[in-house]
């Protein structure tokens, strides 16, 4: 954190602490590197342009599903790639409302078939259950 990598060489990676002009060599053989992202000065205009209200979310771009950008009234405007952030719905966020719409029998258990119909029903408002609509079609015996 607040760590900016400066070069990746062949058996070092040179580092600078943020607010600082030093400069650290960490030796290393193999380098996996996972890093944040920042804003670039042209989204955050944009994010402006638009309002705050509507674009919330300092790192991106909120668009919907269609990545369509959120708070432009007639859909004209498109985001992809690190400027942009997916708004969509959180499935854990309703997973009791879901339960229990599925749950018919009112037994606080779901069987084999309760279970698909709620995938099958739900993809569409919830994409990332995708995975298990298609390995439900492919494998009749998805358990």
Do not use: H
């Not at 069987?111 to 298990?132: G, I, M, S, Y």
């Amino acid at each position: 954190m607040n760590t900016f990598v400066k070069e990746v060489k062949q058996r070092e990676v040179v580092v600078q602490l943020k607010g600082t002009n030093e400069f650290q060599s960490l030796p290393c053989s193999v380098v996996v590197w996972a890093t944040g992202i920042k804003a670039r000065p042209l989204t955050n205009k944009i994010r402006e342009t638009i309002g705050l209200n509507f674009q919330s979310n300092r790192m991106g771009l909120l668009t919907d599903r269609y990545l369509r950008v959120k708070g432009v009234s007639d859909g004209s405007i498109f985001a992809i790639g690190d400027c942009a952030t997916i708004q969509q719905e959180k499935l854990v966020d309703k997973i009791q409302l879901l339960f229990e719409e599925a749950d018919s029998e009112q037994r606080g258990a779901l069987d084999l078939q309760q279970f698909k119909n709620l995938v099958e029903k739900k993809v569409a408002e919830f994409p990332q259950v995708n995975c298990l609509f298609v390995r439900m079609r492919i494998n009749s015996s998805f358990i």
